[in-house]
């Protein structure tokens, strides 16, 4: 067995320049990447000129090969939702990369460092109008690194609170569903039953029992012989015979609101 194609020391000197393949395959292993990841840079926005979008000087790294674009136009037809996907094939020597506007993401992961075959990567959504490109949304350049890295941060059993309503697994990845809709978070007391993991409780409302109502009073007023006596709380009058006679009435016995100052956000919790 031997050991070639070093990138930073070569025993007899004729180990320079590496091939391409080793070339290739080094920016995968720096990036972290595999052949359904790309990266893409413009160091000039590219323009939109009515259906033509001209990518001024972009710099790409695709399947592990490092190119560029400069002055590159790319023709959209007129009220489409297109995919703008950078394609690599290295049978063709005279010009293995070229771009392709397709109808849908077809993007694949075909290695083109130990097969044969065409890699192709979808960069860019591109929407237009009758007139001109309308919208362009890039698509995730994640590596897999990156991708690892966020599930590694976010385990399953993890809980986030956002103003974003996006499912969680566009950005972050994993499998997640909304939790706890009109509800708040408390923590967890092992020697409390009532907030044991899981355990849900409260009330939005709440009508008082007459076992929660506080110690009070109520004026006394009764009709005996047509006279009137008002008996305030705070006065003790002499004693009179019962006649059947009650204090006025007085409450409606609805729920009243129970809520703690609040403000609404969505929560997620990743479930696989």
Request: aromatic share 10%; net charge negative; charged share 20%.
């Amino acid at each position: 067995m031997t050991i070639k194609n070093y990138t930073f020391f070569s025993p007899t000197g004729t180990e320079f320049p590496i091939s391409a393949t080793a070339d290739r395959r080094l920016y995968l292993m720096l990036g972290g990447m595999n052949y359904g990841d790309y990266k893409m840079k413009h160091w000039v926005q590219p323009v939109n000129s009515g259906f033509n979008r001209i990518y001024k000087d972009t710099s790409f790294v695709v399947g592990g090969a490092y190119f560029e674009l400069k002055e590159q136009a790319v023709v959209i037809s007129a009220n489409a939702n297109s995919y703008v996907h950078i394609n690599i094939d290295l049978s063709n020597f005279s010009a293995p990369v070229f771009i392709t506007v397709e109808t849908q993401d077809n993007s694949n992961n075909v290695d083109i460092n130990s097969n044969s075959g065409i890699l192709k990567k979808c960069i860019e959504n591109v929407r237009t109008k009758a007139s001109s490109i309308s919208d362009v949304t890039e698509t995730n350049q994640d590596s897999d690194l990156i991708k690892q890295l966020k599930l590694a941060m976010n385990p399953v059993g993890t809980i986030i609170t956002t103003t974003n309503s996006a499912n969680p697994t566009s950005y972050i990845g994993g499998v997640w569903e909304r939790y706890g809709k009109g509800q708040v978070l408390v923590g967890v007391d092992e020697e409390d039953e009532d907030f044991n993991i899981g355990k849900t409780g409260g009330e939005k409302t709440h009508a008082l029992t007459a076992e929660e109502n506080g110690p009070h009073t109520h004026p006394y007023v009764s009709t005996a012989n047509n006279n009137f006596v008002k008996v305030e709380p705070s006065q003790t009058y002499g004693t009179r015979a019962a006649d059947g006679s009650t204090t006025g009435s007085s409450g409606a016995g609805k729920p009243h609101n129970n809520l703690q100052p609040y403000v609404a956000v969505y929560m997620w919790r990743r479930t696989a």
